[in-house]
């Protein structure tokens, strides 16, 4: 399952690094349960809300803070259905 999320310079000040950084750990930790591909994008046009993370055509905003639920409650879910 692919999941981008936006580089670009609002989502960037909005600290998509941190949700990269935490992202890319979990990722790493559940890698023989799901197939997950992460990868950078640049504007989605939804800068206000907060780090713009797609999922195919759903696009969802995202704080640092609550990246690690975010990581558990939808990418992680959404990879297990993908597998099935």
């Given at each position: 399952?692919?999941?981008?999320?936006?580089?670009?310079?609002?989502?960037?000040?909005?600290?998509?690094?941190?949700?990269?950084?935490?992202?890319?750990?979990?990722?790493?930790?559940?890698?023989?349960?799901?197939?997950?591909?992460?990868?950078?994008?640049?504007?989605?046009?939804?800068?206000?809300?907060?780090?713009?993370?797609?999922?195919?055509?759903?696009?969802?905003?995202?704080?640092p803070?609550?990246a690690?639920?975010?990581?558990?409650?939808?990418?992680?879910?959404?990879?297990?259905?993908?597998?099935?």
């Open positions: 399952m692919k999941v981008q999320i936006c580089i670009g310079s609002s989502c960037h000040v909005r600290g998509s690094k941190q949700v990269i950084e935490t992202l890319m750990k979990l990722t790493k930790e559940h890698e023989k349960e799901v197939e997950i591909e992460l990868s950078g994008s640049f504007c989605m046009g939804a800068c206000s809300k907060g780090v713009s993370i797609r999922i195919g055509e759903q696009i969802y905003h995202v704080k803070e609550d690690e639920d975010f990581f558990h409650e939808v990418i992680l879910k959404e990879a297990q259905n993908a597998g099935n």
